[in-house]
Structures are given as structure tokens and as C-alpha cells.
């Protein structure tokens, strides 16, 4: 006879069945989540510019040249761009454009940039436009872009004090970082820059993707293992002790809703005696400061730069 004891079954919760359902779930989450993570990383960091053909000055009254130049970094990319030479001027600025953008980006403003006589050097950054790289930064690496851009400008001749840079969105922080790179950038114009990029980031995440918060901190790992990109120390705000004297001029527009207002405020703050000067834009949004007063715009940061480049 059985007795009661010996055909008692085991509650579900103890089998090994169960601890094997618990095991590929556990698994199965791990890969979703690694999955998302690597997915986020790529779209987070890949220009929809990327490849841009065809691209025209369409400015009849500048002469151009095509040219080319290598980056600062061991990965020599090739960066290709329009240098705009101003006769009998001998200070050059450096034209620094947004993510998903080109070097067109910045042309209305480098006209009259020119037309105030400064020689302008446009180009694509890296992983945009027609410039080699498949991936952007949000400037950890395309400050390597821009010191090539020295590099070049250089070549031609010009002296570290007739060079300026003027950087819009990731080309404002992007500015910033090759401004503490290169003692070579006499002063830099930097409209709409963050000054942390994690703390950007993460005060966006869920509105910019629609994904929980929790995905970012995976998002962030993943952009670093697959192309070294540091997202924690992409921080322009630390740059200035690396300034010396040199200056920068800081632009926001006040309705700015993809960098917040309050990362013009804490620029402003790191930034100390290196701020010669900032302005708050009234009723403007992100990086459309020239768009709504292109001549107060000018004429600012025509001051700027004749003030500090010899």
C-alpha cells in the first residue's frame, strides 16, 4: 500500500521546470534589454545627412574651393568642406554645424560673416554630409574635426590669433572641447551648447525616445563599447580652466527646448572670466538666433571677433 507521503507531489514553484521558465525569462529580458540598448546607441549616434550629395554653396558673390582635410585623431578621417577666401583679410573663422546637419547649415550666417571680411572655412563633420565617419559624437570626437580644421587654416597661413570658431548646438559644445584641445582657437562663438551632455540627456530621454528611463543607462553603456563614445565626460562646462585668456562668446535662444536655457546659465557660471560676453535671445528657439535678428546677430559677434583675433 502507497502511503499519502510518497505521492505528494512537489508545489510547481520548486520544479526545475519552473526554475528553468524563470531562468530563460531572466535571460530573455537581458537580451531585450541589451538589444534596445545596442539599437538606441547606433540611432543616437548616426546622422540621417550621412552621404549628402550634391552639395552647392549657391552664394554667387563668394569665391570658393573645395578642399579637404585630415582630423586631429588616430582615425586621419577626411573631412570635406568649402574654404571662402577674403582677400587682404588675415583672420579665418571655422564654421561648426548641428547633428543632422551639413555644412550648408551654417552658409547664410558665414556670408555675412565674409562680407565683414573674414575668410570662412565650411566643412562636414564627421559621419555627416560628404565627410568620411559613420557615426557623430555630440563632440567627444569632432573636436578632432575642428583641430584638423586649425591644422589646415594653418597651412594657409594664418597666425592662432586671427583664428575664431563659431559652433551652433553639438557645434557649440563641439566649439568648446577643441577649444580646450588647441591652444591654436584665439576665441569661439557657441550658440545653444549644453554644458553637461549626460545631464541633457537624461532630463530627455523618455520625451526624445518614448522608452523608459531605465534603458538609458544601457543606451549610454552601449555608445561607449561600440565607438568610444564617453557620454559622461563630453562636458564642455569643465573646459575653461584649460582657456588660459582667451574668450568665448555664449548664445541661447530663450525659448530653446532642445538644450535647456539653464545650460546657458551654468556655461555661464563655469565659464567665469573666460564669458566675454552672452545674450539670451528674446522669443527665440533653438539655434535661430541669426534666423530671427540676423543683423544684431552680426553685429555682435562681429565685435567679438574683431576684438579678440589680431
Same mark, same amino acid.
Given at each position: ?115 565683414? &571680411? %573674414?575668410?570662412? /572655412? ?10 568620411? #565617419? !559613420?557615426?557623430?559624437? =555630440? ?88 565607438? &568610444? %563614445?564617453?557620454? /559622461? ?10 582657456? #588660459? !585668456?582667451?574668450?568665448? =562668446? ?61
Amino acid at each position: 500500500m502507497v502511503s499519502e507521503k510518497s505521492v505528494r507531489t512537489k508545489p510547481f514553484y520548486k520544479t526545475i521546470l519552473f526554475r528553468w521558465l524563470i531562468g530563460g525569462l531572466g535571460v530573455l529580458l537581458v537580451l531585450v534589454y541589451v538589444s534596445v540598448s545596442v539599437y538606441g546607441a547606433i540611432t543616437l549616434t548616426t546622422s540621417t545627412t550621412h552621404n549628402a550629395q550634391d552639395l552647392e554653396p549657391n552664394t554667387p558673390t563668394m569665391p570658393y574651393e573645395n578642399v579637404t582635410f585630415k582630423t586631429s585623431d588616430k582615425a586621419q578621417l577626411t573631412m570635406r568642406g568649402w574654404w571662402i577666401p577674403r582677400e587682404n583679410s588675415r583672420r579665418v573663422l571655422i564654421m561648426v554645424h548641428a547633428k543632422d546637419g551639413t555644412r550648408t547649415f551654417l552658409l547664410p550666417v558665414s556670408q555675412r560673416l565674409w562680407q565683414e &571680411g %573674414f575668410n570662412i /572655412l565650411l566643412y562636414d563633420t564627421r559621419g555627416q554630409g560628404q565627410s568620411e #565617419g !559613420d557615426h557623430y559624437s =555630440f563632440g567627444w570626437y569632432e573636436k578632432y574635426d575642428v583641430v584638423g580644421a586649425v591644422n589646415f587654416v594653418k597651412s594657409k597661413g594664418f597666425q592662432p590669433s586671427s583664428i575664431g570658431a563659431v559652433g551652433w548646438s553639438m557645434g557649440a559644445a563641439t566649439t568648446l572641447l577643441a577649444m580646450a584641445e588647441t591652444p591654436d582657437i584665439k576665441a569661439g562663438l557657441a550658440e545653444s551648447s549644453f554644458g553637461n551632455l549626460d545631464r541633457v540627456f537624461q532630463g530627455q530621454f523618455s520625451s526624445n525616445t518614448g522608452l523608459p528611463d531605465f534603458f538609458y543607462p544601457g543606451i549610454r553603456a552601449a555608445a561607449g563599447l561600440l565607438f &568610444g %563614445f564617453e557620454v /559622461l565626460q563630453t562636458n564642455p562646462e569643465k573646459v575653461f580652466p584649460k582657456l #588660459g !585668456d582667451r574668450k568665448v =562668446f555664449l548664445i541661447h535662444g530663450e525659448k530653446d527646448q532642445v538644450v535647456p536655457v539653464s545650460e546657458f546659465y551654468r556655461l555661464i557660471e563655469a565659464g567665469g572670466a573666460n564669458v566675454a560676453e552672452n545674450w539670451l535671445v528674446p522669443s527665440t528657439e533653438h539655434v535661430r538666433s541669426f534666423q530671427n535678428y540676423p543683423d544684431e546677430y552680426i553685429k555682435r559677434a562681429v565685435a567679438f571677433f574683431n576684438r579678440e583675433l589680431s
